[in-house]
């Protein structure tokens, strides 16, 4: 059975690993907004795609981060390339070679993925300390 990709929560997460608060999210997406709705919104399986482009736009994270970032699958690829050692001073002293290449290029996909949002994120927090220093 196939797990299914729980889109609030993954705004929950990333929203947190940028330091922004509910009331912040809230704010930025508009009047409508407060921090109880945004709890709300975090609580649903799946938010509708113009929602998740604002969202995007505010916390400059891709939509597709949001409907296909798989928490278990992230930990799964992590453990599996640093498992026994196997890279080292960026070289791979165990070299394996998995049969099924579509699989290996999803990883790397979801790796660059990951660094991208990493990268965005501390672009975040320069123009939030950048905005906050003008205060």
């Known amino acids: 059975m196939e797990q299914k990709i729980h889109q609030g ?16 999210l809230a704010y930025a997406l508009g009047e409508e907004w407060n921090q ?13 795609t113009t929602l998740l482009g604002q969202i995007s736009g505010v916390l400059k994270i891709p939509v597709e981060a949001f409907e296909n970032f798989d928490e278990q699958q ?10 026994n050692g196997s890279i080292l001073n960026g070289v791979n ?15 790397e996909e979801k790796i660059g993925l990951y660094e991208r949002m990493l990268k965005e994120k501390d672009e975040m927090m320069v123009r939030l300390e950048q905005l906050i220093n003008k205060k």
């Open 9 to 24: 929560r993954n705004v929950k997460r990333f929203r947190e690993m940028l330091g922004i608060k509910q009331e912040a």
């Open 36 to 48: 109880k709705k945004v709890s709300l919104l975090e609580q649903k399986e799946s938010i509708e």
């Open 74 to 83: 992230a930990i799964n690829i992590i453990s599996n390339t640093f498992d």
């Open 93 to 107: 002293h165990n070299p394996t070679f998995h049969p099924i290449e579509k699989l290996v290029q999803l990883h």
